[in-house]
């Protein structure tokens, strides 16, 4: 079955430092991959997406490579503020029932 | 245009209460989605409806029951709530035409003493 790993956290960085989340997939065909972020007492927001292999996302200075290769789809930020603070989770997305499958979550405190 | 909307915000029940969560979505999306999340365990799909009139189970289905009231409406029932039912419940919708992302509300937190 399809499946999402993700790193756990929490991870803790200074304001303006470089943030990687590292996520890896299983599945058959090719899916379509989403990072999704979780500010604190919110729902979930998509933050990019991408829907084939070597798309890149981007969206509010994050970036994410689908790499059908190392089946990977790691998220990056270059400098990152304190409203970055957030749950970020990846997932992925197969024609049948649009469902979505989720990682289980990596918390990233940013502090001034 | 509100997207998804969720009520109650937060609800406490006790062992073998019954409860209706319900969910709404005004952006005429055919395919809606109840999701539990769990510390440490991401989101998992407790029942989805692909379009108005068919629903599905998800990965843990078991303890609920769900509604397609119409294509704006799909309600998530617990007819008699346990502890391991504790968790916030988001719902989720998308238009089955595009690249598979969900929109969600802003979730439930549940209680269960």
């Known amino acids: 079955g399809n499946s999402v790993t993700q790193m756990e956290g929490p991870v803790t960085l200074s304001e303006e430092a470089f943030l990687t989340i590292n996520c890896t997939y299983t599945a058959t065909g090719y899916p379509s991959l989403f990072w999704y972020v979780q500010y604190p007492g919110e729902g979930l927001q998509l933050l990019l997406k991408?829907?084939?292999?070597?798309d890149k996302g981007s969206n509010k200075g994050f970036e994410a490579t689908y790499r059908k290769e190392t089946t990977s789809f790691h998220l990056e930020k270059g400098s990152v503020q304190v409203s970055d603070s957030a749950v970020y989770f990846c997932a992925l997305g197969k024609a049948a029932g649009n469902k979505l499958t989720f990682g289980g979550g990596t918390r990233v405190l940013v502090k001034p | 245009n509100a997207g998804v909307t969720q009520t109650p915000k937060f609800q406490v029940l006790k062992t073998g209460q019954s409860m209706t969560l319900q969910c709404a979505q005004d952006?005429?999306?055919?395919?809606m989605y109840w999701y539990r999340q769990d510390p440490g365990m991401g989101l998992r799909l407790i029942y989805y409806?692909?379009?108005?009139?068919?629903?599905d189970k998800g990965e843990v289905p078991n303890g609920y029951n769900v509604s397609r009231l119409n294509k704006r409406e799909f309600s998530l029932r617990l007819e008699s709530a346990a502890p391991s039912q504790t968790s916030v419940y988001f719902c989720?919708?998308?238009?089955?035409?595009?690249?598979?992302?969900?929109?969600f509300g802003p979730g439930t937190r549940l209680t269960v003493t």
């Open positions: 991408a829907t084939k292999a070597d």
């Open positions: 989720a919708s998308t238009d089955s035409g595009g690249a598979y992302e969900q929109y």
């Open positions: 409806s692909a379009s108005e009139g068919t629903t």
């Open positions: 952006m005429n999306h055919n395919s």
